[in-house]
T-cell receptor
Framework: KNEVEQSPQNLTAQEGEFITINCSYS?????LHWLQQHPGGGIVSLFM???GKKKHGRLIATINIQEKHSSLHITASHPRDSAVYIC?????????????FGQGTILTVHP | KAGVTQTPRYLIKTRGQQVTLSCSPI?????VSWYQQTPGQGLQFLFE???????NKGNFPGRFSGRQFSNSRSEMNVSTLELGDSALYLC?????????????FGEGSRLTVL
């Protein structure tokens, strides 16, 4: 079992739909990151969170430390949201700061 | 404010050669971390340097090494290249230690090993 599991692996939506991507992890963490990668390779950090909830525009990220689970929500999705979304956890303990990545969720939003 | 700069952007090498990749972080950032991305394995952590010290290392063979200079610029080196080393190599900088602060990624260096 991977230390970081994302679901779904692929997601297709129509413009305007509400989207949820899930991330579960099995190790103690210092922080959890949500990243966005567009075709061509560039990666942008969307959120870093260690508790609670954060919101940037149409994007919302939540984390439940007890359940070792995080969700990324996109409200009113748009074709420009089409990208790969990656969850990454920063380790705690002796490997403090080391990042482990989920396999990514490929999101396609159709107009 | 300039972003994270990686050089070269593309390179082609042959098996057995060695390669050095460079990463210039955002001014003021003390952490530089390196990642390998392949279609089969996804993103994998290589190592992190913070204030010129290697703080963490991923599960890669000793052929993969790195260093960080006093100006926080970092280099990674891969010796005795293998076909499986073909990948996109990304670096990221952050003010604090990687994984605990917002990460800023470079565009990557795409290595092809023939």
């Amino acid at each position: 079992k991977n230390e970081v599991e994302q679901s779904p692996q692929n997601l297709t939506a129509q413009e305007g739909e509400f989207i949820t991507i899930n991330c579960s992890y099995s190790v103690g963490i210092s922080a959890l990151h949500w990243l966005q990668q567009h075709p061509g390779g560039g990666i942008v950090s969307l959120f870093m969170l260690s508790s609670g909830k954060k919101k940037h525009g149409r994007l919302i990220a939540t984390i439940n430390i007890q359940e070792k689970h995080s969700s990324l929500h996109i409200t009113a999705s748009h074709p420009r949201d089409s990208a790969v979304y990656i969850c990454a956890v920063g380790s705690g303990g002796t490997s403090y700061g080391k990042l482990t990545f989920g396999q990514g969720t490929i999101l396609t939003v159709h107009p | 404010k300039a972003g994270v700069t990686q050089t070269p952007r593309y390179l082609i090498k042959t098996r057995g050669q060695q390669v050095t990749l460079s990463c210039s972080p955002i001014s003021g950032h003390r952490s530089v971390s390196w990642y390998q991305q392949t279609p089969g394995q996804g993103l994998q952590f290589l190592f992190e340097y913070f204030s010129e010290t290697q703080r963490n290392k991923g599960n890669f063979p000793g052929r993969f090494s790195g260093r960080q200079f006093s100006n926080s610029r970092s280099e990674m080196n891969v010796s005795t290249l293998e076909l499986g080393d073909s990948a996109l190599y990304l670096c990221a900088s952050s003010w604090g230690q990687a994984g605990t602060g917002e990460l800023f990624f470079g565009e990557g260096s795409r290595l092809t090993v023939l």
